[in-house]
């Protein structure tokens, strides 16, 4: 795919602008659900609009080009192009993020590739255990197979998380990430799956490779407060708790594709008619309900994620770090709002009789999609819930990275 080119100061897209250009892709994205699914990957045109629209750079710092917008605009934004396609949204929201990250890398990392391409796309595999890397001078030597590394088919780097092996005479390994560029690592194709399809996210291997120490960032580093990115960065938006929040990426999607599943089942039920008692479909109250549930549990999934985006900022702004009790109720609530949009989405699942098993209605993909989506470990409620649980109760917190 070519190099997008650099945005002029002039031509920074402004928030309300954003927003609207999402918005506008929502029908554009539907339209090509179909399409992103069987490609295993999103769409060429779809990536072309991202990049485009400016919508890639909406978390990217104000000094290479980027909007600079606050973290908590992302579960919005990632919701919004969730409602067309659900695959979309989740590359969308995953590759945009991961400019909010390299804010807080050294700045040498972010002059090297934002240097080369302002519009570069990262990909991410931090499955951490997966990787091992040994200390050596001058950075580290890197080796392992990482799965789920969404939208890496356009990226030209990738962001991957691994142990260091511990020095000699001591035992714990230090949680580390990397940035490994495109020519380093290889991509496996082995995205074969009933969900979230279109993600192509496939298993990254990286054979012993040399990494700089400028391109690697202790997650230590990146538990909120400042890092070696604020002196270049000072916004506090690239100042909150990395791993804790990361998962609001993701939870705006699958907030996205419920509320997708809701518009679409309201509109196509306006009308309809039950096949085998010929009631009107919109007059009954047990359908009536269940929408009502769903729609009130979206809202709550996103006042949620808003409220703890909102109060992270706060506490960046006044130059404090999260207490360890802030850290693991933003990720118990990130997985907390991912279930909320699974029920939605499965209440109005509920509604959809026979007609919703096609495969060419949409509610299927959202209820194969949203189900994918609080499958992955930020949003299974049951590990970050038992987090949060031990933590209040005075026991050792059972998550290093957060």
Known sequence: MATISAQSDSAIPTRAELFARAEAMVPKLAERAAKCEELRRVPDETLEEFHATGL?????????????LDYGDIVELGAVTARGCGSSGWVFGNLAVHHWMLAMWPAEAQHEIWGESPDALIGSAFAFPCGRATKVDGGYRVRGRWPFSSGIDPSTWVMVGGMVDPPEGQTAPEARMFLVPMKDYTVIDNWFVAGLRGTGSKDVQIDDVFVPDHRT???????GGPNPGTALNPNPSYQLPLIATFAYTLTG????IAQGAINTFCQNTKQKVAKYSGARIAELQSVQLRIAEAAASVDAGELLMLRNCAEALRTAKAGEAPTIEQRTRYRRDGAFAGRLAAKAVDLIFECSGGAGLF?????????RDIHACT?????????AGTTYGKVMLGLPCDNPLI
């Open 253 to 256: 999607v699958a907030l996205g």
């Open 56 to 68: 890639f750079r909406m978390l990217q710092p104000k000094r290479f080009g980027g909007s600079e």
């Open 359 to 367: 495969d060419t209605h949409p509610i299927q993909r959202s209820f």
């Open 375 to 383: 499958s992955h470990i930020a949003l299974v409620f049951d590990v």
């Open 217 to 223: 960032l202790a997650v230590a580093e990146a538990k």
